[in-house]
T-cell receptor, first 114, second 110 residues
Framework: DAGVTQSPTHLIKTRGQQVTLRCSPKSGHDTVSWYQQALGQGPQFIFQYYEEEERQRGNFPDRFSGHQFPNYSSELNVNALLLGDSALYLC?????????????FGPGTRLLVL | QKEVEQNSGPLSVPEGAIASLNCTYSDRGSQSFFWYRQYSGKSPELIMSIYSNGDKEDGRFTAQLNKASQYVSLLIRDSQPSDSATYLC??????????FGTGTQLKVEL
């Protein structure tokens, strides 16, 4: 049973460019959340996708957008990159049972904006 | 005001000792609580979840939750050098959005 996968593992971009990050959840998980983790900080919630719709969104600008596909995989797009967008981007795959949810993180994509 | 607070550390304990990590949260609507371990350069790994008041034990780990005091803790017994990592406390209310603290760095010394 494959865990959460993310691609690419590392990425270097310049200011103003656009980037797309990808995530495949664990088998059987239909909900995906994205987080941004700056150096020395805890992860910050960007948004969550369920049934191909954005279900919840954190305090991030519209430059951050996403998509979920019918196979539950997801993309995170960031437009007009800023230096401050340099971070580890984490995808979490969510399972729920008995009213209790658990989130499992993928290995992350480390983005460096120059 | 941060919603989940942790002491950033580092917390240093000798090998074989008990490490005690603490976390407070401000949102009384928080329902579920999690401890993640994160090694340098890696992604967070779930080690404990707790949903009701009291203690929950899993091997060398014990999570404690006190909703009245809005307090969550993690005890690591018989600490090993491999336990050296940053421990992230997180909570959720409705909607599965995880709110994290900044993490506590744990160092287990030989």
């Amino acid at each position: 049973d494959a865990g959460v996968t993310q691609s690419p593992t590392h990425l270097i971009k310049t200011r103003g460019q656009q980037v797309t990050l990808r995530c495949s959840p664990k088998s059987g998980h239909d909900t995906v959340s994205w987080y941004q983790q700056a150096l020395g900080q805890g992860p910050q919630f960007i948004f969550q996708y369920y049934e191909e719709e954005e279900r919840q969104r954190g305090n991030f600008p519209d430059r951050f957008s996403g998509h979920q596909f019918p196979n539950y995989s997801s993309e995170l797009n960031v437009n007009a990159l800023l230096l401050g967008d340099s971070a580890l981007y984490l995808c979490a795959s969510i399972t729920e049972g008995g009213g209790q949810e658990t989130q499992y993180f993928g290995p992350g994509t480390r983005l460096l904006v120059l | 005001q941060k919603e989940v607070e942790q002491n950033s550390g580092p917390l240093s304990v000798p090998e074989g000792a008990i490490a005690s990590l603490n976390c407070t949260y401000s949102d009384r609507g928080s329902q579920s609580f999690f401890w993640y371990r994160q090694y340098s350069g890696k992604s967070p790994e779930l080690i404990m979840s707790i949903y009701s008041n009291g203690d929950k034990e899993d091997g060398r780990f014990t999570a404690q939750l006190n909703k009245a005091s809005q307090y969550v803790s993690l005890l690591i017994r018989d600490s090993q050098p491999s336990d050296s990592a940053t421990y992230l406390c997180a909570s959720t209310g409705g909607g599965n959005k995880l709110t994290f603290g900044t993490g506590t760095q744990l160092k287990v010394e030989l």
